[in-house]
């Protein structure tokens, strides 16, 4: 080991080396052959620092050790003692590679204890990073998306449009192919599930089978685009990022009245509004020159958080958690991005200063509300302000009925009549919703720590943080109006990619950014970031039109691959980043659910309308006070709504929806995780939707299929699967089918108590046994893991 110079401190209180210690000389550490491809700062070093050092040396000031920010050049560039920090093309002679290696432990950088010592392979990365010349690139997300021009390919007969150039150029780059196109009953189930939360009918999966066209898939993608169903699937997902809930959240966790505010969404996706205006009018459409009703509606989106009106709460306290609750939600829904650690401090990892923070929560500082509401532990319980409005499907009906009127004129009596009882009754289901009135603006403080009793912070006004697009207002106050219109700017580096990635991952499992909820240092850096910046310029050149790039993906040759995998590709590519096959993942709880209705027969599909209470374990609101209270599911056709409206009870959301890992809706959530676990199974077997759901799939079975046992079998099996069974799995349900015939059969009392299970009426002519044993059939259909597992 080589000698070194006398240990010396500076002001900045940072120990540097004067001489070259042996053990810093260019190649003597480990880390294997030098690769030949340049390093690239933002792909490979920026993750090292971020992981390992930004935590003393990053954004955060207050947390900043020797005042070295290593996020930046400048920092880099500066000289300490006889070093400079980071030395371009001499990596021997940069003071950050000699504290990274230190032989003396406490000199070692990072510090011991909670920090991980770098690994040879990253010290190797840094090393040839600086020989390199150690260049800095800004963080791609906060760059403005550049469309690429489409890479060149071997392979011309396999893209579809440019978005397969890109991927497969990548492939071919790897010494990959694409795996083959999937089936056409497989391609038929996934864009069924993805589009629409519904899987496709047998007649629909042999229709495309007999003419598997370029043609026909774009001619089905067209239909389901155009389905009601499609508004509906993709309102779940908004709904998971907005923290769509039906209660408070807090203390007693009451319910709070935003229904219209669904079914504004839902109406939104049915008529392609375009993703600016859907923006606009939810974080401003009080603002907007003579707002519509459902601008109005659409504003309860700054009304959906937790409130509270707990006894003793604190109204400042209150008003600085719902301030911070927003700042957070807007920064993961359109800004991808983690801005909630600067409620207290700096961002340690990304740009965001608490002033900045502080400076986009008085954006929402005009906003009418209190801390706590205060009144009678109720339910529902007033949070005003709040208006009477028919819901958008309901005011569609008012004008549709309000139409004919007009057309019926004096001559039509008796039609107008009818008319206006049809009109009166609509008139009859207007219901409160909370909405934004706007009121003089509050005074915003940065708050000390987060403190809110420390009312001594700096006052700020309404700004956007001093490294993205400059919003230009013309020397008045900006507004939240200013806000909506300049995340949608064409400039603006996050809002399109980050709802570009959101889609991406709807459709193939994962994001190109594969941490959607973080595009920041601490995220992942996209696996195309030229397709993904492409992508984004498209959605914004064309209008923000959401169908259009959902129509986009689902063509490319890229989403209709197989996703089975060969071993070979599987461990070449494990996570599939190199998207060399499909996806497969668990379905949703909500279509989990939805499936088993339609193909029950029971489902009842209707826009709209008042929650639904499926079916739900007796007791389990037991603990749920102030005030106590029972759940008591709905019955008739309420009973069997599509999911996305289901009551969603934040504190004690419905097993089966926490089963399959819905989330309780308290804070954005940009992606559910996926467990597998023995509750799942369960619920699949027990629950009184799922066990009427497959009573209703064994009396379509035995009602609509004239064949045998074996027929039969096949028949409800492409009901659910929408493809046909092997010989093997037409024994297996054979042989159960027999086994519970004997069971049922000999043992009629525990028929009668499976058929019991939830409101259907007993078919009549039917024998109990039978009907049992069949249904034993669907339940084990309901439950195997193709069923709700999207190929």
Known sequence: MGRTRAIRGTAAGVVVLAAAPAWVAAGSAPGGARATARVEFNREIRPILTARCFACHGPDRNQRRARLRLDQAQDGAEVRGALQVISPGKPEASLLLRRILHPNPALRMPPGGKHKPLAAAEVELLRRWIR???????????????????????????????????????????????SPAADPATLVRRV????????????????????????????????????????????????????????????????????PYRDYVIQAFRDNLPFDRFTVEQLAGDLLPTPTMNQRIATGYNRMLQTTHEGGAQDGEYRAKYMADRIRNLGSVWLGSTVGCAECHDHKFDPFSQKEFYQLAAFFADIEEKGTYGGPDATPTPRPPEIEVLSPFDQEEAARVAAEIARAGPAGASVSSALQQEWAAIQKRKQRTMVTVAASPRVMRVLRRGDWMDQGGEVVQPAVPQWLPTLRVGGTRASRLDLAQWLTTREHPLTARVFVNRIWQLLFGAGLCRSGEDFGSQGDAPTHPELLDTLAVRFVEGGWNVKQLVRTLVLSSTYRQSSAASPALQKRDPENRLLARQARFRLPAEMVRDQALLASGLLVERLGGPPARPYQPEGYYALLNFPKRTYVADRGEQQFRRAVYMHWQRQ??????????????????????????PLAALTLLND????????????????????????????????????EPAEAETGSLARLLGRSRARYGAN??????????????????????????????ARALFNLSETITRN
């Open 192 to 259: 069924s599930l993805d589009l629409t939360g519904m899987p496709p009918t047998p007649a629909e999966v042999e229709a495309f089978a007999a003419h598997p066209s370029d043609a026909a898939y774009e001619q089905l993608v067209d239909r389901l685009l155009a389905s009601p169903r499609y508004a509906e699937r993709m309102a779940s997902f908004w709904f998971d990022l907005v923290r769509y809930a039906n209660t408070v959240g807090y203390h007693g966790d009451q319910e709070h009245a935003i229904v």
């Open 688 to 723: 009184p939707t799922f066990v009427e759901a497959a009573r209703g799939l064994a009396l379509r079975t035995l009602q609509e299929c004239a064949g045998g046992d074996l027929e039969r079998i096949r028949w409800a099996w492409r009901t659910v699967l929408g493809r």
């Open 132 to 178: 390199e010349g150690a260049q800095y690139q800004s963080h791609w997300a906060y760059l403005t998306p550049r469309a690429a021009p489409p890479p060149a390919v071997r392979n011309s007969g396999w893209p579809h449009g440019e978005l397969d150039r890109f991927v497969l150029a990548r492939l071919e780059a790897a010494g990959l192919t694409p």
């Open 652 to 677: 004690y959301l419905h097993p089966m929806l926490r089963a399959f890992d819905a989330p309780t809706r308290e804070e954005c959530t940009a992606q559910r995780p996926s467990t597998s676990t």
């Open 748 to 777: 009629p009392q525990d028929a009668a108590a499976l058929l019991r299970v939830g409101q259907m009426p007993g078919p009549e002519g039917m024998a109990g046994p039978e009907l049992a044993a069949w249904t034993t059939v």
